[in-house]
């Protein structure tokens, strides 16, 4: 056939002209097929009566209904915080004890050996402290979150969150769909880009890779979790700390839903200009999930592919963080220069010259930021133990003099900064340009920036 | 996409490997049957020059070696979304020797609006209507008989999850092809004008391009004014309004 076509020029069609516009032809062949499916189906299928009970339809009037679908959404983000947060406490202090019990072995062995001075700093103090830092503060949220997360998406709500948050998004000019991106953005904003291409028109793709980042990926949500729950979560009562840390980290998620919707709207009203395309969202049947297959799937694909990436990143930066820290520069170390000089800028914004830093070295992955800011404290500081939540409050507060302010800045441009590496990369990738990339970059960091300076000048008024 | 891309798409070991296709509308199971007709004889690529991830297996029955085609799931073939356009494609161009199309035993009129658009493509059409237990949990009975009837296709029941109907599913293929059971499917008829003008179409294409493709099809895709699709089939140059 292909070969066919190209000798047949000789051979016009003529096309029969119909009384009526194309689209209405287009409309009519599109009803008579419906009609058609319906009388078929209408034929060869019966329904017991009092079957009639709709169960998938009588959930949906309630997920999806005006009143109660935000509420049940906020219910089920909080939930699922608070089993994450309240959960992971445990085996977060167990991994951290044990991790740095052979953190201890490993110094004796080397110094057993008789190893110089700077290798075993590398390693040891550098490498291994950080990959330590990263698996027992990063492993237990993620364990705890994404099954519960992929249990939510096998049963069937993710498509009506879409769908409750259809009608924001259509008026911030941009598409529904970009609330499943955004979900997709949840466990990596690079794997929340690539879902992106479930948009078709390019103009709310474009948006909708430009905001991902707005959502807080795993990679920053042991972060968000571990500072809400030292600072927040310790305001009140034992017994309520796990659901107030688990209420903020909702409330900074939310505000991120927030941001995502006025910088989509601003998007759609300056740079992308547009009418949203209206799309057909099914909501699929509710479905018993399947427990072993989300919990091997959801450990295998996710926490433990995130984990691995965030372990190559973090050993490499370790040992940087423990270089910087122990070369001079002038009558300092490297470390304390870079951060002296970033210093001014950083308290402006209600951080501190370290915190900046670490979220400069934290590019390649998100997940780092925590540990090598922990890594440059510990660095300079006289604290060299580190293996429990209450000694981190310590290190931040009686050390470095954070107080609650900090943690609010600190989180907030954890939620608004420039996307990790891969994520960036991805970017360009999908949008074939250094434009739409570099937009990528600044967008959201000129939001954080501006939304710290915000809070620390009011704050301070 | 012009001759040469054609050219790419038609090479391929044809008649003693049969190429079955796996269309259906998302979460109809499809996946499931997938795995469940190939096992771990799969792999997983890009389409070329697109995006869509696709899946391809194979397996054998009675001493023939079949290759299934995963195609992304969609509800129709209209071409919206890179998916359709990749779906429809693949029927159109490598021309499947059969269509396997997976429907939601409990939502059966929707998904029959994909089966009936693909029909219009291609005879080899299989009808598996998956979540069969679903249905029955749902109090839903759905005739077989009827629907095949009514369609002209052959139907195959499944419960794809449990295996229930896979090796049914793959001796009604091996039947289809090698032409123990001939599927008629009973198109869809439109209004009247339209039928009038395809009537007066369908020669002309048939002329121009032998039955490689379904001219019912194509002269409907002309009718709409869907020059894009028209525009992988026939040149430009070929396609002028009568006045």
Known sequence: ?461 | MDGSDLTLLNHRNSNEEPVIALAGNPNTGKSTLFNALTGLHQHTGNWPGKTVLHSRGHYVYQGINYTVVDLPGTYSLIANSIDEEVARDFICFQKPEVTVVVADATCLERNLNLVLQIMEITSQVILAVNLMDEARRKKITIDDKELQRRLGVPVVPMEARQGVGVSELKDTIAQVIDRRIVPHPRLVRYEPDIEDAIALLEPQIIRALGDGISARWLSLRILEGNLDIVKNFLPASLIKEAV
């Not at chain 1, 004796?108 to 001075?117: Q, S, T, W, Y």
């Not at chain 1, 993710?158 to 769908?163: E, H, K, Q, S």
């Open chain 1, 1 to 461: 056939m292909s070969h066919q076509t190209i000798k047949l020029d000789s051979l016009p069609l003529s096309i029969p002209k119909l009384e009526r516009a194309p689209h209405t032809i287009a409309d009519s062949i599109v009803r008579s097929i419906y009609w058609e499916a319906e009388k078929i189906a209408q034929a060869s299928t019966s329904c017991a009566v009092e079957a009639r009970i709709n169960w998938d339809r009588k959930i949906d009037d309630i997920l999806t209904s005006r009143l109660w679908g935000f509420p049940v959404m906020l219910l089920m983000l909080t939930g699922v915080l608070w089993l994450t947060i309240s959960g992971a406490n445990v085996p977060s202090e167990l991994l951290a004890t044990g991790l740095f019990w052979l953190h201890d072995r490993l110094l004796d062995l080397f110094i057993a050996l008789n190893a110089p001075h700077w290798l075993t700093g590398f390693f040891v103090l550098g490498v291994f402290r950080s990959v330590a830092w990263v698996v027992s503060v990063m492993l237990p949220p993620m364990a705890i979150f994404f099954p519960l997360f992929t249990l939510l998406e096998d049963a069937g709500y993710l498509p009506r969150v879409a769908f409750n948050l259809d009608a924001c998004f259509k008026k911030a000019g941009a598409h529904g769909k970009q609330a499943l991106t955004m979900c997709m953005g949840l466990g990596c904003n690079a794997a929340g880009t690539i879902s992106c291409r479930i948009i078709d028109s390019p103009r709310e793709r474009l948006i909708a890779t430009l905001t991902n980042n707005f959502v807080p990926c795993n990679g920053r949500f042991p972060t968000l979790i571990v500072l809400s729950s030292i600072f927040i979560g310790g305001t009140v009562a034992i017994s309520w700390q796990g659901l107030s840390a688990a209420l903020s980290v909702a409330a900074v998620m939310v505000l991120g839903v927030v941001i995502t919707l006025l910088v989509s709207w601003l998007l759609s009203k300056t740079l992308l200009k547009g009418q949203p395309s209206s799309f057909a969202l099914e909501l699929p049947p509710y479905r018993k999930p399947k427990i072993g297959e989300v919990i091997i799937r959801s450990i295998l694909d996710r926490t433990l592919f995130v984990l691995g990436r965030a372990v190559v990143i973090a050993a490499p930066a370790g040992g940087l963080v423990w270089v910087l820290a122990n070369t001079s520069w002038g009558d300092t170390t490297t470390l304390a220069a870079i951060a002296g000089w970033l210093d001014g800028f950083a308290r402006l914004m209600g951080l501190d010259g370290y915190i900046l830093l670490a979220f400069i070295l934290g590019l390649p992955a998100n997940e780092i930021v925590l540990p090598t800011l922990i890594m440059s404290y510990l660095a300079e500081g006289a604290l060299l133990e580190l293996n429990s939540v209450a000694a981190l409050h310590h290190l931040l507060v009686e050390q470095y003099g954070w107080t609650w302010l900090t943690a609010v800045c600190v989180m907030l441009f954890s939620l608004c900064h420039w996307p990790c590496g891969t994520t960036l990369y991805t970017i360009k990738k999908e949008t074939n340009s250094w434009k739409w990339t570099g937009m990528a970059f600044l967008l959201p960091t000129l939001v954080g920036i501006f939304l710290c300076m915000a809070v620390t000048f009011v704050v301070g008024l």
